[in-house]
């Protein structure tokens, strides 16, 4: 793991305290998330919870959970130093307590392990009381495209 600065770090420091709205998620800048905290092994993400993110029960729906923990660990792999693009093989989910409309959510992700070919995340959704919404693991494999490529 390359603890040295590198050009996506940078640009997602740029953002900590910030709307997550400018990013190459398009699907994390609906998400409209703050950043709160990142390095090359760790990031944290605040996210409040809206009408549109919930299932007819009112409360956040389960893809939405999924993408937030997946996009967060999405980002944290950006920063964490590969020259190529890496994209997830898997997505372990476990759904543990309900989020209301207008509830304030911190998602956290860790490296777990960086290899040559492939990164291990894991990441939480807490609550501002600290209680788990949802808690995730993931692996990303390096693909053959270099972020340079992609003009990041």
Request: hydrophobic share 40%; charged share 20%.
């Amino acid at each position: 793991m390359d603890n040295s600065t590198t050009p996506q770090l940078e640009f997602f420091k740029s953002f900590i305290g910030k709307r997550l709205d400018r990013t190459p998620s398009a699907a994390g800048n609906w998400l409209g998330g703050t950043l709160l905290e990142v390095d090359h092994h760790h990031i944290k993400v605040q996210y409040c919870v809206r009408p549109e993110m919930c299932n007819p029960g009112k409360i956040l729906h389960g893809g939405i959970a999924s993408l937030m923990l997946d996009d967060v660990i999405g980002m944290g792999n950006f920063v964490a130093g590969s020259e190529y693009l890496m994209t997830s093989i898997n997505l372990n989910v476990d759904f543990l307590a309900a989020a209301q409309i207008g509830e304030k959510l911190e998602v956290t992700a860790k490296l777990i392990r960086s290899g040559s070919n492939l990164n291990h995340w894991e990441a939480i959704i807490r609550k501002e009381t600290g209680k788990i919404v949802a808690k995730a693991s993931s692996n990303l494999i390096k693909t053959h495209v270099k972020l340079s490529e992609l003009g990041y």
